[in-house]
């Protein structure tokens, strides 16, 4: 597949669920969706999704699995997969997410870890340099522009030695990666780490933003729950006005996970979303280069962002080579006759030589690999304390760390939840407090279809149930592993092995 025109303009989209197929069809000025990538199969597209690009809409698949930040090299199955999605999409390109996923293996001799969830990476030289070596793999892998998105984080890395903003700027000038900003991310950063999103848009390059997301959360006890599953909140688009105080965007995406909404509270949010992009830009009166917010259609919104944003800097951010604003014009649909000027998607730019901490000289073969092993037993030894029971990483903040633990068994349990349904209809109260026992010293391994498997082995022989419940238990399981269950000898003896080895 040859690569696309990289001028493409998105416009305004949304993020397409199989759960609300029809209503994303039905809404109005939809120029584009993203669907992910893992959930789909290039050889048999949802119907959907092939009468989206009848229509002209552009369909990009967001990959959620590769990986991209950890310490292996990126996985090339992985990587085909990504490429024959694009493929069978015909997209003009490719996003990922700036986090890791799994750890251990053959790089520290343990056991392999999943996670389940994207986890943060810690933004150090040494996980830089690795970063962009597995960014260079996947970009000479993939068919068209790769654009990787900044994730939210509830846990910080000890000894971190860039921002955010600077992080994401060394990656794109070493790479010429694009760049997918959530704005509801450096939200989520900003509650949980302290971090100012006004910052990070400052120090990024932010005319390498390929498209934005925006999304909805929740905030329970001084901790910020990037959900996917509540409305947009007026903070959230407070940082979509910062950000488009500077840059317009290519693209904006507003993406829905969970409990989805009717036809018309999803319109009403992407009109929220529209007026802070339709806001005029004044020139010069912000960052250099940039322009300032005037009045918007979400008047409130934007007299706070005002208000709360201090004065930018005079110096110039660092920029990657070969990358400058285009503006231009883009409609959102049919229900729309006019439409703010946007910048094209960037092409990429041209990658730079990787330097050491010390500026510039190519490192070593021995300097990258000993940084790839010390990042490999870093991210393992973490996730170990998160899915495996471990101790908590010295220097890490440990309430946060077993927040986020509790946190992964909660989605864990969650998805096994639709994976199996019967599962928590046969337990019914008893089902979280089971999968939790379960989930505490139990790693996600081979996939949530396995999962649901092993969980239920384990119900029939830890979880107090009643006859009926067992009964149907193990007919459940029995059907679905074409083996006799564990007898009721076995499950009296795994049960008292389990209590001896407390």
């Known amino acids: 597949m040859e690569r696309q025109d990289q001028g493409t303009r998105l416009g305004v989209g949304i993020g397409w669920r199989p759960e609300i197929a029809d209503t994303v069809e039905a809404l109005p000025g939809i120029d584009w969706v993203e669907v992910v990538a893992e959930n789909i199969c290039p050889g048999h597209l949802p119907p959907s999704l092939l009468r989206l690009r009848e229509?002209?809409?552009l369909v990009i698949p967001h990959g959620v699995s590769l990986g991209i930040g950890g310490a292996d090299r990126p996985d090339p199955d992985r990587l085909a997969a990504l490429a024959a999605r694009a493929e069978a999409l015909g997209a003009p390109l490719v996003t990922e997410h700036i986090a890791f996923v799994r750890a251990g293996g053959q790089l520290t001799a343990s056991r392999a870890l999943e996670a389940?969830?994207?986890?943060?990476?810690?933004?150090?030289?040494?996980a830089l340099r690795v970063l962009c070596e597995n960014v260079r793999i996947a970009q000479d892998q993939l068919p068209v522009p790769l654009a990787l998105e900044n994730i939210a984080a509830l846990i910080a890395w000890p000894g971190e030695e860039l921002t955010e903003g600077q992080f994401l700027a060394e990656l794109?000038?070493?790479?010429?990666?694009?760049?997918?900003?959530?704005?509801?991310?450096?939200?989520?950063?900003?509650?949980?780490?302290?971090?100012?999103?006004?910052?990070?848009?400052?120090?990024?390059?932010?005319?390498?933003i390929a498209y934005v997301h925006v999304a909805g959360g929740v905030e329970k006890d001084g901790v910020w729950h990037d959900t996917h599953a509540h409305p947009v909140t007026e903070p959230v688009l407070e940082v979509l006005a910062e950000l488009?105080?500077?840059?317009?965007?290519?693209?904006?995406?507003?993406?829905?996970?969970?409990?989805?909404?009717?036809?018309?509270?999803?319109?009403?949010?992407?009109?929220?979303?529209?007026?802070?992009?339709?806001?005029?830009?004044?020139?010069?009166?912000?960052?250099?280069?940039?322009?300032?917010?005037?009045?918007?259609?979400?008047p409130a919104v934007r007299r706070q962002a005002a208000a709360r944003r201090p004065q930018a800097p005079s110096a110039?951010?660092?920029?990657?080579?070969?990358?400058?604003?285009?503006?231009?014009?883009?409609?959102?649909?049919?229900?729309?006759?006019?439409?703010?000027?946007?910048?094209?998607?960037?092409?990429?730019?041209?990658?730079?030589?990787?330097?050491?901490?010390?500026?510039?000289?190519?490192?070593?073969?021995?300097?990258?690999?000993?940084?790839?092993?010390?990042?490999?037993?870093a991210q393992a030894s973490l996730l170990e304390a998160l899915v495996a029971g471990g101790p908590v990483p010295e220097g890490f903040d440990g309430p946060r760390v077993r927040v986020q633990a509790r946190a992964l068994v909660a989605k864990r349990a969650g998805i096994v939840a639709k994976v199996a349904p019967e599962l928590p209809r046969i337990l019914g109260g008893g089902y979280r407090p089971a999968f939790v026992a379960y989930a505490g010293r139990r790693?996600?391994?081979?996939?949530?279809?396995?999962?649901?498997?092993?969980?239920?082995?384990h119900a029939l022989v830890h979880a107090p149930l009643t006859p009926a419940q067992l009964r149907e238990l193990t007919h459940w399981w029995q059907d679905r592993t074409d083996a006799r269950p564990p007898s009721l000898a076995t499950r009296i003896a795994r049960a008292a092995a389990a209590l001896v080895g407390r």
């Not at 990666?177 to 006004?198: C, W, Y």
Request: net charge negative; glycine share 12%.
């Open 316 to 377: 110039e951010p660092t920029r990657a080579a070969g990358h400058g604003p285009v503006t231009g014009t883009h409609t959102t649909g049919t229900s729309r006759t006019a439409a703010p000027a946007t910048t094209a998607v960037p092409p990429a730019a041209p990658a730079l030589p990787e330097g050491d901490a010390s500026g510039g000289r190519p490192a070593s073969k021995d300097a990258a690999d000993a940084a790839r092993s010390g990042l490999a037993l």
């Open 116 to 126: 389940g969830h994207l986890l943060p990476v810690p933004r150090t030289r040494d």
């Open 443 to 457: 790693p996600l391994h081979g996939g949530y279809r396995r999962d649901a498997l092993d969980f239920a082995e």
């Open 172 to 208: 794109v000038e070493r790479t010429g990666v694009r760049l997918l900003i959530d704005v509801a991310n450096l939200h989520t950063n900003r509650v949980n780490r302290g971090e100012d999103p006004a910052r990070a848009l400052d120090e990024l390059p932010v005319e390498s």
């Open 55 to 57: 229509r002209g809409a």
């Open 244 to 298: 488009r105080s500077r840059v317009s965007p290519p693209g904006v995406l507003l993406e829905r996970d969970e409990d989805f909404p009717g036809a018309a509270e999803l319109a009403a949010e992407l009109e929220l979303i529209r007026g802070v992009l339709d806001a005029p830009r004044l020139v010069g009166a912000g960052a250099p280069g940039a322009a300032r917010p005037g009045p918007a259609r979400e």
